[in-house]
C-alpha cells in the first residue's frame, strides 16, 4: 500500500539570506504550503532520504514574509544556530542554489525536470541527468618550527589572516592541489602533507578539505594576483583568526593546542 506523502514544509532563501523565526536567537523557519503563494515560487526538494517533503523555495526580492519572520545572512546565522540547523542550512542553501543555476539542460537548453528519489535533475529531451555541482578546495595548515603560516588573501581587509585554500583542478589529486596552491600562492615547498578533516562550504558550493604540512624548502614569496600579504606566526603572535564555525579556525586551533595553548584565548575576526 502507498504511504499518504506528507504535505510539503518549506525551507526559504532570498538570495543567501535565510527565512527565519523568532527575534534575539533564530531557528529556521519550516513554513507549510499555504504559508507562501507557492505556486507563484519556484521551489526545490531537499534530497533528505527521510524526509522527503522537505523543500526549499527560491523567493524573489521583496516578497511580503509571513508575520514574525525575518530574512538573516546565512553566515550571520552558523555561530548562533543549533548544530543540527547549522547543517540543515547548509545543505539547503547550497541546493537552492544549484537548483537557480540548473534550471535548464546544459547539453541541450531543454527545462530540467527534478528527479523522483535522489537529488539530481533529468533533461526530458536528451535524458542529460545533473546532479548537484560540489567544487572541492583544498585548505592547509602549513608548521614551521614553532611558527605557522598565515595569509591574508586579497579578498580580506587588511588585519585578517586565514591558513591558505584554493580549488582542485582536474586532474588533480588533493595533495598535489595542496602543494601547487602553497607553490603558486607563496612560493615554498611541502612535505607529509597529511589529510585533517573536511566541511561543506556552500557559499556557493564547495567542499572545504583540510590539511596539514611542514615547510619543507623555500622562503615565503607571495603571488600579489591572490594573496596581500603572508607570514610565519608564533603562538603569542597570532592576529585575529577566522570564526569558530569554519575548518581555517579548526585547523588553528589543533595547532595551538599542539603548542600548548589555549584556544579560547584567542582573538577572533570582528563580525
Ligand atoms: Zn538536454
Not at 58 to 64: H, K, N, R, V
Amino acid at each position: 500500500m502507498a504511504a499518504h506523502p506528507a504535505p510539503p514544509r518549506l525551507l526559504a532563501f532570498e538570495r543567501r539570506r535565510l527565512l527565519v523565526r523568532g527575534e534575539g536567537r533564530p531557528a529556521i523557519a519550516e513554513l507549510a504550503a499555504d504559508d507562501l503563494p507557492l505556486a507563484e515560487l519556484r521551489h526545490f526538494a531537499l534530497g533528505i532520504p527521510d524526509a522527503p517533503h522537505m523543500r526549499v523555495a527560491d523567493l524573489p526580492a521583496g516578497i511580503e514574509l509571513p508575520a514574525g519572520m525575518a530574512l538573516r545572512e546565512v553566515r550571520g546565522l552558523l555561530p548562533v544556530l543549533p548544530a543540527d540547523q547549522v547543517r540543515l542550512a547548509m545543505r539547503a542553501l547550497h541546493v537552492v542554489e544549484w537548483g537557480r543555476t540548473h534550471r535548464f539542460c546544459g547539453r541541450c537548453g531543454e527545462a530540467n525536470e527534478e528527479s523522483a528519489g535522489e537529488l539530481s535533475r533529468r533533461c526530458p529531451r536528451c535524458e542529460l541527468t545533473t546532479f548537484p555541482r560540489i567544487s572541492p578546495a583544498v585548505i592547509v595548515l602549513v608548521r614551521r618550527g614553532d611558527r605557522v603560516l598565515l595569509g591574508r588573501g586579497n579578498h580580506l581587509p587588511p588585519g585578517l589572516y586565514s591558513t591558505l585554500a584554493g580549488f582542485v583542478e582536474p586532474g588533480e589529486t588533493l595533495e598535489e592541489a595542496v602543494r601547487r596552491e602553497i607553490r603558486e600562492e607563496v612560493g615554498i615547498e611541502l612535505a607529509e602533507v597529511r589529510y585533517f578533516g573536511s566541511q561543506p562550504w556552500p557559499f556557493p558550493d564547495s567542499l572545504m578539505i583540510g590539511f596539514t604540512a611542514e615547510h619543507a624548502g623555500g622562503e615565503l614569496r607571495v603571488d600579489p594576483a591572490e594573496i596581500a600579504e603572508a607570514h610565519w606566526c608564533a603562538l603569542e603572535e597570532l592576529p585575529p583568526v577566522p570564526p569558530a564555525f569554519s575548518i581555517a579556525r579548526t585547523l588553528i586551533d589543533a595547532w595551538v593546542r599542539e603548542r600548548g595553548g589555549d584556544p579560547a584565548r584567542l582573538m577572533t575576526w570582528p563580525a
